[in-house]
């Protein structure tokens, strides 16, 4: 089993994306993950994809997205991904 650590700073936020992205460790090594506003909007209650909706959003139920990150880390040999509104739809 990998040793997943995400850790506690706040996500950067990406205009282009639009998203945020969090940072985290895997067995020691850097990896990262990106959940999109269109997530934190279907499935947060995030207002709009600006910046302090999405963070508020993500706040809020950081346990949950870092769960289901977790869970995408652990199935995939990734230290990158991307977790989309389908991710959340899925994971009950």
């Known amino acids: 089993m990998k040793q997943i650590r995400f850790l ?3 996500p950067t936020y990406c205009a282009a994306g639009p998203h945020l992205q969090c940072r985290a ?3 020691g090594s850097s990896a990262s993950y990106v959940i999109t506003a269109e997530a934190l ?3 947060f209650d995030a207002r709009s994809c600006q910046s302090d909706d999405l963070l508020s959003a993500f706040k809020m139920h950081r346990g949950h997205i870092e ?3 977790r869970i995408l880390f652990e199935q995939t040999d990734s230290k990158e991904i991307t977790l989309h509104s389908g991710h959340f739809r899925f994971a009950g």
Do not use: C, R
Request: proline share 8%.
């Open 25 to 27: 460790s895997i067995d």
């Open 67 to 69: 769960e289901v990150a």
């Open 41 to 43: 909007e279907d499935h």
């Open 8 to 10: 506690p700073d706040d």
